[in-house]
T-cell receptor, first 111, second 117 residues
Framework: SQELEQSPQSLIVQEGKNLTINCTSS?????LYWYKQKYGEGLIFLMM?????EEKSHEKITAKLDEKKQQSSLHITASQPSHAGIYLC???????????FGKGTRLHILP | DAGVIQSPRHEVTEMGQEVTLRCKPI?????LFWYRQTMMRGLELLIY????????DSGMPEDRFSAKMPNASFSTLKIQPSEPRDSAVYFC???????????????FGDGTRLSIL
């Protein structure tokens, strides 16, 4: 069974619109990581969240971790073509260096 | 700063052949991870090392897969004999882990796209 569920699996959004991607676990997360991947390339680290209720922003991307530390959301405001790609959430579930990844959300931005 | 370096970027070979993938972690990082990414299964952890010692290889699919880390700056993932179902993108990542203050994000290489015919 998948320990980390991402939704939606894919998303098509008109340029300029806002969007949200979710990442849910049945276990408490000790660290939550958001990465972005472009086709044929490696994963680029976006943000890391550790504390319940924590929120971080970078440019037009905001990530939040809920108080129970079991769900995170990634919100993009006024989407641009450069935001297109695969977004993956990863989680530290055992307080070690292992990260379990969700299957990713494929984001397409329509001009 | 040099990131995680993987080679080759692409590999196409016939089934039954031995395949060796290489990874150079970021200098100073002491944990190294090998992942496999497919459409069906997403990104799966195969094995990880800390201070050159394999810590968890529970994700290694079969005995055909083996990984080594002879020193802090080099690791290999070997598949022998290779099969078509091994076709995937293989990523290497490194981290300053196990004892470093706070959780640290893993830094990924660009991956090796492997095709077994």
């Amino acid at each position: 069974s998948q320990e980390l569920e991402q939704s939606p699996q894919s998303l098509i959004v008109q340029e300029g619109k806002n969007l949200t991607i979710n990442c849910t676990s049945s276990k408490t997360l000790y660290g939550l990581y958001w990465y972005k991947q472009k086709y044929g390339e490696g994963l680029i680290f976006l943000m890391m969240l550790q504390k319940g209720g924590e929120e971080k922003s970078h440019e037009k991307i905001t990530a939040k971790l809920d108080e129970k530390k079991q769900q995170s959301s990634l919100h993009i405001t006024a989407s641009q073509p450069s935001h297109a790609g695969i977004y993956l959430c990863g989680a530290d579930m055992n307080r070690d260096d292992k990260i379990i990844f969700g299957k990713g959300t494929r984001l397409h931005i329509l001009p | 700063d040099a990131g995680v370096i993987q080679s080759p970027r692409h590999e196409v070979t016939e089934m039954g052949q031995e395949v060796t993938l290489r990874c150079k972690p970021i200098s100073g990082h002491n944990s190294l991870f090998w992942y496999r990414q497919t459409m069906m299964r997403g990104l799966e952890l195969l094995i990880y090392f800390n201070n050159n010692v394999p810590i968890d290889d529970s994700g290694m699919p079969e005995d055909r897969f083996s990984a080594k880390m002879p020193n802090a700056s080099f690791s290999t993932l070997k598949i022998q004999p290779s099969e078509p179902r091994d076709s995937a993108v293989y990523f290497c990542a490194s981290i300053m882990g196990q004892g470093a203050p706070g959780n640290q994000p893993q830094h990924f290489g660009d991956g090796t796209r492997l095709s077994i015919l």
